[in-house]
């Protein structure tokens, strides 16, 4: 099932048990991807429940709504699907009708954000996410829109490519790498992967043979992040989910700050760098000090070592958990 998907959901089994999803609830699968957690969600609320898709990608955000349309007309929830990043949540679920407190319309009981990309768009060389095909120098995770890498490393100054490599990548040459583009680029355009990848394997020298992994991972990386900001958008993302826990407070709730969300509502987040976990932990340590409701994981939860053996992209996997408070009491 999962193969066919070309993409395995990672910590299904933790997710599932944190989000604790039942029947007739309303799920939000922020990155439905190719829409093995959406399966899951969508089993777990059945026929009376409602399984929202969100996706940047087309195609990604097709796949898991034909998944779902798939299932067992007695299983299957309401499904909604829109072509947008998370960072808009909150003008989707206005659309939606959610409305403040316990309402009718799809206010989320359970929103989950598995971040970063599919294995699929990885795998595609005509994506351009990997030094490891050739193919045009894209890395945006919807097609549709935007600058591509190609386009960046065109752009840019010097210093903000070196920013960018040394920050999101944390490449210790990300210096001489953005040297190296940018001499290169007055030559000729830095157009496909290849392209990237030996300039950056150029910019490292010798010191290429003795890098553990290939000296283009973290630039790959880097620049992928940078595409598509998404560092901004869970920024977005973290400050609508708090907005609508406080809209949740007695007297919270007004016609600009309609929730979201429903009391009670359990939101996991699967992060695979380093930047991102740190945001998600920091947001929900200051939301439960602020009483808008409780961590459900201190710790984030990894993957063992059986899951990441099957699947060794769920190494770099952290999942953490909150739960909104059903009665908030939050400071204001
Ligand atoms: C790790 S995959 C999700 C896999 C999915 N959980 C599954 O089981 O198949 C991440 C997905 O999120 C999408 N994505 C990444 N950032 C996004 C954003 N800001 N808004 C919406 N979708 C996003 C990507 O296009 C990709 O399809």
Avoid: C
């Amino acid at each position: 099932m999962t193969e066919a998907a070309g993409h395995v959901p990672v910590l299904a089994g933790p997710v599932m048990q944190l989000l604790a999803p039942g029947p007739a609830l309303t799920a939000f699968d922020l990155t439905a991807g190719r829409g093995g957690h959406a399966e899951l969600l969508a089993r777990a609320v059945g026929p009376a429940g409602r399984v929202l898709l969100v996706d940047r990608d087309p195609a990604n955000l097709a796949f898991a709504r034909d998944r779902l349309a798939a299932l067992h007309v007695d299983l299957r929830p309401a499904v909604e699907t829109r072509h947008a990043s998370f960072g808009a949540i909150e003008r989707l679920a206005a659309g939606l009708g959610a409305g403040p407190g316990p309402a009718p319309g799809w206010a989320a009981d359970v929103v989950l954000a598995d971040l970063g990309f599919a294995s699929t768009q990885m795998d595609d060389p005509a994506r351009g996410f990997s030094f490891q095909s050739d193919g045009p120098l894209d890395m945006r995770l919807d097609p549709t829109q935007g600058e591509t890498a190609a386009d960046l490393v065109a752009r840019l100054p010097e210093a903000e490519l070196a920013d960018a490599i040394f920050q999101l990548g944390e490449d210790p040459f990300a210096r001489r790498i953005a040297r190296t583009l940018v001499e290169r680029r007055t030559r000729a355009p830095i157009a496909t992967t290849a392209d990237l990848a030996a300039a950056v394997v150029s910019a490292y020298g010798p010191r290429a043979r003795q890098s553990r992994m290939h000296p283009a991972t973290r630039t790959f990386m880097a620049l992928r992040i940078l595409v598509n900001d998404e560092l901004r958008a869970l920024d977005h993302l973290l400050s609508s989910l708090e907005r609508g826990a406080r809209a949740l407070t007695p007297g919270g709730a007004t016609p600009a700050t309609a929730t979201w969300l429903r009391p009670g509502a359990r939101i996991a987040i699967i992060a695979f760098h380093s930047l991102e976990d740190r945001r998600v932990k920091h947001a929900f340590a200051d939301w439960e000090r602020a009483g808008l409701g409780t961590r459900l994981t201190r710790k984030p939860v990894e993957a063992d070592e059986s899951e990441i053996r099957a699947n060794p992209r769920a190494r770099s996997a952290k999942l953490r958990a909150f739960q909104i408070a059903t009665e908030s009491v939050a400071a204001r």
